[in-house]
């Protein structure tokens, strides 16, 4: 291959490049501004959804001890009322927004899964 044929192949991939680079920018745009509303969106849920959560967590650790002492001193019972408070998660992400996730209130058990 001689060099203007060369030139010629890189001219033609450069103009294609040039041609393709539009396209590629405004499918990058669309899906910048969907994911700066789902951000934006789980941000406000955060603020509202989170301060609910962390109460949750507080009234599930002051009443897991008084369920330890109500069941004559079952810790299981305890363990169950503060897992079930603490667990879970505290801040809505766009994975949920989108149900690629479950948000979960209410915790899970260690080593149930998930």
């Known amino acids: 291959m001689n060099s203007s044929s060369r030139a010629r192949v890189a001219a033609l991939a450069l103009a294609i490049a040039i041609g393709l680079a539009p396209a590629?920018?405004?499918?990058?745009?669309?899906?910048?501004?969907?994911?700066?509303?789902?951000?934006?969106a789980s941000?406000?849920?955060t603020l509202v959804y989170g301060p609910v959560k962390v109460a949750w967590a507080i009234t599930g650790l002051v009443i897991g001890p008084f369920a330890w002492a109500l069941s004559g001193g079952?810790?299981?019972?305890?363990?169950r009322v503060i897992n079930?408070?603490?667990?879970?998660?505290?801040v809505v992400t766009p994975a949920h927004l989108r149900g690629e996730l479950p948000l979960e209130f209410f915790g899970r058990e260690p080593g149930s899964g998930i």
Not at 74 to 79: A, K, N, P
Not at 85 to 90: A, E, F, H, K, L
């Open 74 to 79: 079952d810790s299981d019972v305890m363990w």
């Open 84 to 90: 079930t408070s603490v667990r879970g998660d505290y």
């Open 24 to 40: 590629a920018a405004r499918a990058q745009e669309e899906q910048s501004f969907e994911n700066a509303g789902l951000g934006a």
């Open 43 to 45: 941000a406000f849920s």
